[in-house]
């Protein structure tokens, strides 16, 4: 158990590199003046 | 922020909480440096916790937590954009005359008018042309106002479930409205076709009358709030977002969130307003206390959370363990390539803010993308390629921003526009933040 260091979370970007890019998710309003989701909000829909 | 120290890994995403020694060493710390970072340290802190620290550290890095590499374009994103999203302005016209309107009141610097019947089809017929092996498709019925045009609404929803049922695709569908038109059959209709909805409402009563009043320039608060009740009460409070828009005259816009959670509302939102000369618009000088008052809102929604009385803030809606791929951390919203506006003249732009803008007209549903040398100027203009986003932390979550305020404030989409940019990176430490909160709070139960 580290001492001085909790992670919260691992990502998973690097992954993501190979694997990605169906396109199967929400389209993201980058303004989000129609708050249909700015891209990190967005869950991957695979 | 609250007490509590991170360290975000941009390529990898990983999220870390540290401790003050932590911190002080990351300050320092490149991967390979431990020696600077005993002699940086040694005076304040011991030698055993120092030795500690960076065998924590060292464990992350070899673990591609810390410092992982740097994030290429994917094989994937160099393919052919596929066509997954539009938005019908349906209506060209509005009920409201809101000072801060991006669509000029409603018409977008044209005449107000309505979409009809045939170019809603063709219009759903350009995506599914254009949508590829891709399942799931979505459409937003938008203005304006498009409550003012439910004929071609239900008729668009119509032909939508015919041509799913011939082609195997799945719409999913949303519909932005101003709420003061709701009513029961409307209420009735939307529910029945599953219609997901985005509801107008600035917050407290006299911050929404000011900015959001009818032609007679009397307030819509009462219509807007019974409207948007009954509707949220009819579908037991799933299916909607309620957003707002702050501008200079409510900096204190938290309260205006608020506002809305006591009037029972739990899917919030609320934006800055985009505004360049206007007496109303954000300016840097403000920038102090928006960051100050993103915090507020977001020890507000963590206290609320704690008493039973959650709600969700749309930017604090961080999903860290499963968001999305690299490929659409690039595309971001798609606006240009992915995701367009279609006028109710059928002509297509990048997206709905874009609408007006006569250099961007793009093409027109019936013979489809005209300037597909624009479409790739669009899909190019992601994170890796700007010299101000490459560099910056949040690039894996804002994506870069948004093209049309780029384009608004620089004159070009290839320049993010930084006070947004400012504000985002707010919104995110405040995020993340609250997610390690919740994460801690986990792991102490």
Not at chain 2, 6 to 31: C, I, K, Q, R, T
Not at chain 2, 416 to 427: I, S, T, V
Request: proline share 2%.
């Amino acid at each position: 158990m580290a001492k001085h260091i909790t992670t919260i979370n691992k990502g998973n970007l690097q992954n993501t590199l190979h694997t990605g890019g169906c396109g199967e998710c929400q389209a993201s309003c980058q303004s989000a003046c129609k708050t249909s989701c700015t891209v990190g909000n967005q869950v991957c829909a695979k | 922020m609250n007490g509590l120290y991170f360290v975000l890994d941009v390529n990898s995403g990983a999220v870390h909480v540290l401790d003050g020694l932590a911190y002080e060493a990351m300050a320092v710390f490149n991967g390979v440096n431990d020696k600077e970072v005993q002699v940086a340290l040694g005076s304040k802190y011991g030698e055993g916790e120092i030795v500690e620290v960076l065998a924590e550290l060292h464990e992350l890095k070899d673990q591609g937590l810390l410092f992982a590499p740097e994030v290429t374009t994917p094989v994937t994103f160099r393919e052919k954009p596929l066509v997954k999203s539009l938005c019908l302005h349906v209506a060209h016209d509005c009920n409201l005359r809101c000072g801060y309107c991006f669509a000029g009141t409603g018409d977008f610097g044209h005449d107000r008018s309505l979409m009809p019947k045939h170019v809603a089809e063709q219009a759903i017929d350009f995506i599914i042309a254009n949508s590829g092996a891709r399942k799931n498709c979505e459409v937003d019925f938008f203005g304006g106002e498009p409550l003012l045009n439910m004929e071609t609404v239900r008729h668009a929803v119509s032909y939508i479930r015919k041509r799913e049922a011939e082609t195997g695709k799945v719409f999913k569908l949303t519909l932005t409205t101003n709420a003061a038109l709701l009513n029961n059959s409307i209420i009735e209709y939307l529910n029945s076709e599953n219609i997901s909805v985005v509801l107008s409402l600035d917050g407290r009563r006299e911050v929404h009358d000011a900015m959001r009043p009818y032609a007679d320039g009397s307030g819509s608060f009462d219509e807007v709030v019974a409207g948007a009740k009954q509707l949220v009460d009819s579908r037991q409070g799933q299916s909607y977002y309620m957003r707002g828009t702050f501008t200079a005259h409510n900096l204190d816009f938290a309260a205006d969130v608020k506002a809305m959670v006591d009037l029972g509302f739990k899917q919030l939102s609320i934006e800055p307003v985009i505004a360049k000369e206007e007496e109303y618009a954000l300016k840097e000088e403000h920038l102090p206390v928006l960051f100050s008052e993103y915090e507020n809102l977001a020890k507000y929604y963590l206290d609320q959370r704690a008493i039973g009385q959650g709600f969700e803030f749309f930017h604090f809606n961080l999903d860290l363990s499963n968001g999305p791929c690299v490929a659409k951390r690039l595309s971001g919203c798609g606006a240009g390539h992915e995701y367009f506006a279609v006028t109710p003249d059928g002509d297509l732009y990048p997206c709905h803010q874009f609408v007006g803008r006569d250099n961007y007209l793009l093409g027109n549903v019936s013979e489809g993308i005209k300037k597909s040398k624009m479409t790739e100027v669009f899909r190019q203009a992601h994170v890796l390629n700007k010299s101000e986003c490459r560099e910056c932390w949040a690039r894996f979550y804002c994506s870069g921003g948004c093209h049309a305020n780029a384009d608004l404030f620089n004159a070009t989409i290839d320049k993010p526009y930084l006070l947004g940019c400012e504000l985002q990176k707010k919104r995110l430490e405040c995020a993340l933040m609250i997610q390690a909160c919740l994460t801690l709070q986990k792991g102490q139960e």
